[in-house]
């Protein structure tokens, strides 16, 4: 059983570029969401995707946007960054169905400047 | 709105003490709630979690939890601490339901002395 994987590890932008972040799930998992963990933050929830459609979204505005495909894998995109996305990340899959947890990838550091 | 309170930014034990590391929650009905470890530079891994039934959970890595419905508290606990628990440790609520669209806390660093 694989875990949950994320690529790249690590990522610097520019500000007002835009990024592409990828998350590939668990095996078996249907349901993907995203967070963004500040510097001595906890976790905050940005979005969840299920079937291909978000399905809930936090706090976040509209630059913050998901992908979610067949496979179940998903991007997170964010444009026009700003020096504040520095984050680290983090993306979790588990299975639409009460009763289960979410399994959390190792995250992807991005550093805007 | 659902809100996670760890009182504790930072403690430190020694090595072989006991730990208990505090977390509150506002929520209007009993939640979904989790503990998670994250190492430097990681993820987060699942400690516990509290879904229903006996109100004392029992995790991985010798980890147990509390839920006490009247105080809104999770508390985590672990009887012998080792240099391998230092990390940052999370509380989290998710709505009933819903283990997916968590709320977190701020975090409690824990530091193990030798």
């Known amino acids: 059983e694989t875990g949950v994987t994320q690529s790249p590890t690590h990522l610097i932008k520019t500000r007002g570029q835009q990024v592409t972040l990828r998350c590939s799930s668990q095996?078996?998992?249907?349901?993907v969401s995203w967070y963004q963990q500040a510097l001595g933050q906890g976790p905050q929830f940005i979005f969840q995707y299920y079937r291909e459609e978000e399905n809930g979204r936090g706090n976040f505005p509209p630059r913050f946007s998901g992908l979610q495909f067949p496979n179940y894998s998903s991007e997170l995109n964010v444009n026009a960054l700003e020096l504040d996305d520095s984050a680290l990340y983090l993306c979790a899959s588990s299975l639409e169905s009460a009763g289960t947890e979410a399994f959390f990838g190792q995250g992807t550091r991005l550093t805007v400047v | 709105a659902q809100s996670v309170t760890q009182p504790d930014i930072h403690i430190t034990v020694s090595e072989g003490a006991s730990l208990e590391l505090r977390c509150n929650y506002s929520?209007?009905?009993?939640?979904?709630l989790f503990w998670y470890v994250q190492s430097p530079g990681q993820g987060l891994q699942l400690l516990l979690k509290?879904?229903?039934?006996?109100?004392l959970v029992q995790g991985i890595k010798g980890f147990e939890a509390e839920f006490k419905r009247s105080q809104s508290s999770f508390n985590l606990r672990k009887p012998s601490v080792h240099w391998s628990d230092a990390a940052e440790y999370f509380c989290?609520?998710?709505?009933?339901?819903?283990?997916?669209?968590?709320?977190f806390g701020s975090g409690t660093q824990l530091t193990v002395l030798p």
């Open positions: 509290y879904f229903s039934g006996d109100t």
């Open positions: 095996s078996g998992h249907n349901t």
């Open positions: 989290a609520v998710g709505a009933p339901g819903s283990a997916r669209q968590l709320t």
């Open positions: 929520y209007g009905a009993t939640p979904y």
